[in-house]
């Protein structure tokens, strides 16, 4: 029963994913930017019809796989030779994030507090699925979250454009544009995308920085639990908030990228993974696309978007600085 419900939706994602590739072929453009378009086109233009929807639904699953998979790809001993000073640029550029969003929402432009820490927690951790998981811990309203998240994915539209037009212009090096776009953008789906629209090497580094910003969502929203609890006089949370919010598919990233570094993959199977997660990531992003609504972005208000744009320029801007004077 479950299987025939995703079937057609499934179903549809690989029509598209094996659309984009086709096109892409022949016009000479980016396979995964192509499949988001398509998807957007999808949702925009034609429609969506309902018993599609729970099998596209998928697509956030098959990102996660994909990521997994990719993890066979990964030399560790490149990442441990920079690795650190990208951490530590990760946990700065967060943390500055966070704490200027909640300033400028709270003190400058007069946003109700829960407003300000749905915004905060998605333009510094993973877009909208931190959203959503600090909704629930500061029992933000219904319309709050609706407002965030369409904030958060009205950025995702902009930067999966923007990113790869100044990465060209700057003519930036893979591991410099991908750990860029792993440390400012926002939600996990554009960043990989615009890094392997740039690069292999950039959608490697784009995915590891982004896999470490996503690994501080259980502290966040911990965080905030605490802090939203003893203001209501209510009980802090418990560390299982911690393990409940955390990205599952880290640690299997992290696991078969300690296998692959190994050595007990041969040539042949690791190529069978590579092929495997280039397809999952197509697929992915063809149900990516159709997130992007139109009609829900018009609806975004100008204040919480003032609010992200600032602080997404800054973070940016510092980012990229600091990359190209360290590489």
């Known amino acids: 029963m479950i299987v025939r419900r995703l079937a057609s939706g499934l179903l549809a994602l690989c029509l598209g994913a094996i659309l984009a590739r086709g096109v892409a072929a022949v016009l000479g453009v980016n396979h995964l930017l192509l499949a988001i378009a398509l998807g957007f086109v999808a949702a925009n233009v034609v429609g969506i019809p309902d018993r599609l929807e729970p099998g596209i639904a998928t697509h956030k699953l098959l990102l996660g796989g994909g990521i997994v998979l990719m993890g066979a790809s990964i030399s560790l001993e490149t990442v441990l030779e920079v690795g650190g000073l990208v951490l530590l640029l990760v946990v700065g550029v967060t943390a500055t994030t966070l704490l200027v969003v909640e300033f400028l929402a709270r003190n400058v432009f007069g946003l109700a507090e829960r407003m300000g820490s749905l915004l905060a927690a998605g333009a510094s951790i993973c877009g909208v699925s931190a959203v959503v998981a600090v909704a629930g811990a500061v029992r933000a309203r219904e319309e709050q979250i609706a407002y965030a998240a369409t904030t958060v994915l009205l950025f995702d539209a902009i930067t999966i454009v923007v990113y790869p037009i100044v990465g060209d212009l700057l003519n930036l090096?893979?591991?410099?544009?991908?750990?860029?776009?792993?440390?400012?953008?926002?939600s996990t789906g554009p960043v990989v995308a615009v890094g392997f629209a740039h690069s292999?090497?950039?959608?490697q580094w784009a995915t590891m920085t982004k896999l470490s910003r996503n690994a501080l969502i259980g502290v966040v929203v911990l965080a905030y639990a605490s802090y939203y609890a003893r203001t209501a006089g209510g009980r802090r949370p418990s560390v299982r908030t911690l393990w409940d919010e955390f990205p599952k598919f880290v640690l299997?990233?992290?696991?078969?990228?300690?296998?692959?570094s190994a050595g007990i993959l041969s040539a042949a199977q690791l190529n069978s993974i590579e092929n495997a997660y280039n397809w999952l990531f197509v697929l992915a992003f063809v149900?990516?696309?159709?997130?992007?609504?139109?009609?829900?972005l018009r609806d975004t208000g100008v204040t919480p978007a003032i609010v992200v744009l600032l602080v997404l320029f800054a973070s940016s801007t510092l980012s990229l600085t600091v990359l190209l004077v360290a590489f």
């Open 173 to 186: 090096s893979g591991m410099v544009f991908g750990a860029w776009a792993g440390t400012s953008m926002f």
């Open 287 to 296: 149900g990516l696309g159709t997130e992007i609504r139109l009609a829900d």
């Open 200 to 203: 292999e090497v950039a959608g």
């Open 252 to 260: 299997g990233f992290l696991a078969l990228a300690v296998v692959a």
